[in-house]
């Protein structure tokens, strides 16, 4: 390796990269990843996949999947996006990010066929690299089974030039509608499209406008339907603001779950990964024990986030209105009476006046503020608040979001509770600022 190829070396080549992101609609094809991976000796062919699509939770289920397989003994690979912190979240085995240096070689070493791809299909966008970096990490660590989570809709994703064993759409909502279209269905049919012949295809529960676009696809492609509420049935036992417990039912038993994640969602998203789990191959299949240990030890930084209390802080991506949805309805569920006090930066490409609704439902007060990152932008916070104004709610706008987060948490009372929530970049860089210690 050369002295030069540095994890900083990798991160400035893929950032200058970024920018063909906002040219989604001439970069969202599978040509090029197809090619890409080929020139590397299509590393995506050497494990057993499981494919995790949808609009909301998909990150979450590919993380209790990969928990699971590893809690039996698998080494597993888990590629999910985005990173909160490091881009190299994105390629874990067992759990574990990819060493830096190991990033920074493995770019080094797959320049000579990125350029060769760049010259006859153009240069890879900065997901296609991160995700041929992912593929080719798990192949060279040997692990038993990857679990890859669909970066964006499903037919033309990066991800979709992968076989699964198991694949799964874990909801479907209005999210990314300028490339999947405006409608449930034409956005259903696009997360369907993983759906391949003889490859069961799990589905939590969706809109019936969904869920016909959905059995038809399967139908055509020759794809099992698994319904998650046929499959597992989940029974909620009394919990507290430290964790989730349910008992779950399913073919491979009946037996207690102890999530230590908030959110009611994380419920639905535990059962659609025990129905991808029971129907793997009985050789990958983790045992009831195996389950129940690895998902009393989960951890997902950003959803449902307790990071302190008194006043409670917690930090949760909320970026579609299904998100924001889910969240005011955990927020009612886990701190019944509570005054909420929200920190919210959103990008310029969401519908606000969706998510601020669903929000804007519970007793509260709005900061709102940015971010910076590169090739996204978020909405000017006076914007934020205008829309909040239109809807009977007030917000005040302060466009530094670590002032944002001091002057929420002055405001909050001693039993009130402080949410940090919106984009990702958000989350992840007041997460980050804020040193997070245990609840």
Known sequence: MSETADYRWAERYLLGTIDELVSRRTSYKLDRIAALLRELGDPHRAYPTIHIGGTSGKGSVCTMIASALT????????????????????????????????????????????????????????????????????????????????????????????????????????????????????????????????????????????????????????????RVGDAVQVQAEPGDNSGTTFRVTSSSGSYPIRLPLLGIFQRRNAATAIAVLDNLAPHLRPSPDAVAQS??????????????????????????????????????????????????????????????????????????????????????PARLAAIAQSIGSWGRAIEDPIDALTVARRMAGFDDVVVVTGSTFVVAGLREWYAPTPA
């Open 71 to 226: 809690a039996a003994g698998h080494k597993t690979g888990l590629h999910t996006k985005p990173h909160l912190h490091s881009m190299t979240e994105r390629a874990r085995v067992d759990g574990r990010p990819i060493p830096r240096q190991r990033f920074a070689e493995l770019l080094e070493s797959s320049m000579p066929a990125i350029e060769r791809i760049a010259s006859r299909h153009g240069r890879p966008t900065y997901y296609e690299t991160l995700l041929a970096l992912a593929f080719t990490y798990f192949a060279h660590e040997r692990v038993d089974a990857a679990v890859i989570e669909v970066g964006l809709g499903g037919r033309l994703d990066a991800t979709n030039v992968i076989i699964p064993v198991v694949a799964a759409i874990t909801s479907i909502g209005y999210d990314h509608t300028d490339v999947l279209g405006a409608t449930i269905e034409e956005i259903a049919l696009e997360k369907a499209g993983i759906a391949k012949r003889g490859v069961p295809l799990v589905l939590a529960d969706v809109p019936a406008r969904a869920l016909r676009v959905i059995e038809l696809a399967a139908a055509q492609a020759g794809a099992q339907l698994v």
């Open 295 to 380: 998902f009393a030890q989960v951890t997902i930084p950003g959803r449902m986030e307790l990071i302190s209390r008194h006043p409670v802080v917690l930090f949760d991506i909320a970026h579609n209105a299904e998100k924001a949805e889910s969240l005011a309805e955990s927020l009612r569920e886990h701190f019944p009476g509570r005054r909420f006090h929200y920190v919210v930066a959103i990008g310029e490409t969401k519908d606000a006046l969706q998510i601020l609704t669903a929000l804007a439902g519970l007793p509260s007060t709005f900061t709102f503020t940015s971010f910076s990152a590169a090739g996204r932008r978020a909405i000017r």
